[in-house]
């Protein structure tokens, strides 16, 4: 796959979260508790959207971008939307961001970037099981089920495309206008939730208490992002030592990027866990401002 040390550790976390909810969509289907299909048909959404992330899909060019904190942020990775070209290449010749700066805001284009490729995945799927529905020549008790989960679908297709239109217009405006230095949060997936937490049917204090949990979150994804950078730093030092045949510097090389590699993977896998949950207490807020 010729994927990086920080790709390899995040494919791990994305494929440790992906078995455990495996094991926990077998148990509840053990239990008759999926009958409609529709855990089962989630859980292939999200192994379809893993296999296209880290080119594993057998497409050429599928691959997500590649993160590498080494790098200065500006490669010659593709966006893959005129509107967003645009924006980053006025961001970066505005002389409004420091190079710290522009990493961050590269990483906001990459995380937008990914949120519509999810959604495309989502759409497709969609489209799909629409056209099997169609096709559908006599009603019965099973297609109303499948009219529900198409309901289902559409309104997780809703809030993704909310938040696409959220985070454009955040990319817009600081492209144009720079970091605001009295923003809350800084990371884009903590943006995105609290985005939406704010469109939730939550009250003041529900929100206050997770404005204070999504602190801890951005504090974890940065201990990550830490520990992502000190594993490519070791990756590179590694592969300089393994030409030197200094065996005893290797093995002790060796023994820190195993430490940082495996620190990497349970790092990136709690943050994928606590995204996880977080995401799911908005979705369900949202849902009950729709009823």
């Known amino acids: 796959l010729h994927l990086s040390a920080v790709k390899l550790a995040e494919l791990h976390s994305d494929l440790k979260l992906q078995e455990k909810d495996e094991l926990s ?6 239990e008759g508790l999926d009958e409609d299909g529709e855990k089962e048909a989630k859980l292939r959404r999200n192994l379809n959207v893993i296999m296209t992330k880290y080119g594993m899909n057998g497409k050429k060019d599928s691959q997500l971008v590649d993160t590498n ?6 490669e010659s990775d593709t966006l893959d939307d005129p509107r967003l070209e645009k924006l980053w290449s006025k961001a970066k010749t505005s002389g409004k961001f420091s190079d710290e700066e522009l990493d961050k805001l ?7 970037k990914e949120k519509i490729h999810e959604y495309n995945i989502l759409l497709e799927t969609v489209s799909r099981t629409e056209d099997i529905h169609k096709n559908v020549i006599n009603p019965s008790e099973e297609n109303l089920v499948k009219e529900e989960i198409l309901h289902n679908k559409h309104r997780e297709l809703k809030d993704k495309l909310r938040s696409i239109n959220q985070g454009f217009e955040r990319l817009r405006k600081v492209s144009h206008q720079g970091y605001d230095t009295t ?3 800084e990371e884009p997936r903590v943006i995105d939730l609290w985005d939406m937490a704010k469109s939730a049917n939550f009250t003041e204090k529900e929100l ?11 504090a ?3 201990k990550h992002h830490h520990y992502q950078k000190q594993l490519e730093i070791s990756h590179q030092k590694l592969k300089h030592i393994e030409g030197t045949g200094d065996k005893d510097h290797l093995n002790r090389n060796k023994e820190k990027y195993a430490m940082l590699e495996e620190k990497t993977k349970e790092l990136g896998y709690k943050v994928k866990k606590h995204l996880q949950d977080l995401s799911s207490r908005i979705s369900q807020g949202l849902q009950h401002n729709e009823l």
């Open 208 to 218: 206050e208490s997770f404005r204070e949990e999504l602190k801890h979150f951005e």
């Open 183 to 185: 923003s809350e949060f």
């Open 106 to 112: 590269w990483r906001e284009f990459k995380h937008h």
């Open 25 to 30: 969509w077998k148990k509840l289907k053990a």
């Open 220 to 222: 974890k994804i940065e």
């Open 69 to 74: 904190y080494i790098k200065d942020g500006t």
